[in-house]
């Protein structure tokens, strides 16, 4: 089945400064790679996603780029702010034609914090 | 759009208690719903999806008698803990997918914190 791998586990940056989180995936099938974001007892947010036919997204600070070759997705956050302190979890999904399929396999999560 | 209510939001129970969650879809129909185990400063834990109508479908490793999973409508799923024992604490998450969308994202609910005594 489908692994993923989420790296760092914690990354801490200065305020205005860009952070990146890096995830491999093991299945060359999927096809969908949500990010979503934690913050502490609360529920995860989907920031983000991209399909396998896209190469990179963007959404304001937020963006996203896919290596299909290489199996690997990365999230890049520009400016951060106090307020992107959290817990950020990449997915990976393949679709498969019936509808109860399509899982996700999430990575272990990035702890990230922004010092001011 | 595309709201997912849990409830209850925190349960805290002696020991040997059934405990039910409920995930409703407030404004979409989910013919999927999927229910997630997290433990503190972990990853979320696929535990079983499920399916309108039919039998749900748990991953290898969680007990289906442990954890009953129903989902007699559309916008409804309700997880029960049967005879919950302190192991059986953590963070239990839902999530539901708009019917018909099939690789579209998740929508998650708020979570129950399950804590037995």
């Known amino acids: 089945g489908e692994n993923v791998e989420q790296h760092p586990s914690t990354l801490s940056v200065q305020e205005g400064d860009s952070a990146v989180i890096k995830c491999t995936y093991s299945?060359?099938?999927?096809?969908?790679f949500p990010w979503y974001k934690q913050e502490l007892g609360k529920r995860p947010q989907l920031i983000i996603d991209?399909?396998?036919?896209?190469g990179e997204k963007k959404d304001q600070r937020i963006a996203v780029t896919l290596n299909k070759t290489a199996k690997h997705f990365s999230l890049h956050i520009t400016e951060t702010q106090p307020e992107d302190s959290a817990v950020y979890f990449c997915?990976?999904?393949?679709?498969?034609?019936?509808?109860?399929?399509?899982?996700?396999?999430f990575g272990a999560g990035t702890i990230l914090r922004v010092k001011s | 759009g595309a709201v997912v209510s849990q409830h209850p939001s925190r349960v805290i129970c002696k020991s040997g208690t059934s405990v039910k969650i409920e995930c409703r879809s407030l404004d979409f129909q989910a013919t999927t719903m999927f229910w997630y185990r997290q433990f503190p400063k972990k990853s979320l834990m696929l535990m079983a999806t499920?399916?309108?109508?039919?039998?749900?479908?748990?991953e290898q490793g969680v007990e289906k008698d442990k954890f009953l999973i129903n989902h007699a409508s559309l916008t409804l799923s309700t997880l029960t803990v049967t005879s919950a024992h302190p192991e059986d604490s953590s963070f239990y998450i839902c999530?539901?997918?708009?019917?018909?969308?099939?690789?579209?994202?998740?929508?998650f609910g708020d979570g129950t914190r399950l804590s037995i005594l």
């Open positions: 997915a990976a999904s393949k679709f498969i034609p019936e509808e109860y399929g399509n899982k996700l396999v």
């Open positions: 299945d060359s099938a999927s096809n969908y």
């Open positions: 499920s399916n309108e109508g039919s039998k749900a479908t748990y």
């Open positions: 999530s539901a997918r708009i019917r018909g969308q099939g690789n579209q994202p998740q929508h």
């Open positions: 991209i399909r396998s036919n896209v």
